[in-house]
Nanobody, 124 residues
């Protein structure tokens, strides 16, 4: 499975962006899909995840209420709608696929497939 993330860019604080992750080379309909981000000099951190059916979603405290993760298994895609962006959201955003157990969905090591990343820059 290959993942391709897109939709990043430069936006002012308070603005919105929508990231998209497209899968190819196989279906991700049975995988948990996640978004992580990595700012310069920092560890890659969990942002959001969605279960294979789309019925369960989880968010980091820092993005809860501002970001929304969704998926379309017919199109083999997962999106991240980001609203009310802040300068501290600036990072490279990565999509990932895996089958983490419930206790490890925040753990990047629980995901098997990764996209190449897309840069999000929020100016103040």
């Amino acid at each position: 499975v290959q993942l391709q993330a897109s939709g990043g860019g430069l936006v002012q604080a308070g603005g919105s962006l929508r990231l998209s992750c497209a899968a190819s080379g196989g279906t991700v309909s049975s995988y948990t899909m996640g978004w992580f981000r990595q700012a310069p000099g920092k560890e890659r951190e969990f942002v959001a995840t969605i279960s294979w059916s789309g019925g369960r979603t989880y968010y980091s405290d820092s993005v809860k209420g501002r970001f929304t993760i969704s998926r379309d298994n017919r199109k083999n895609t997962v999106d991240l709608q980001m609203n009310s962006l802040k300068p501290e959201d600036t990072a490279v955003y990565y999509c990932a696929a895996g089958r983490p157990v419930l206790s490890s969905y925040r753990n990047k090591d629980a995901y098997n497939y990764w996209g190449q990343g897309t840069q999000v820059t929020v100016s103040s």
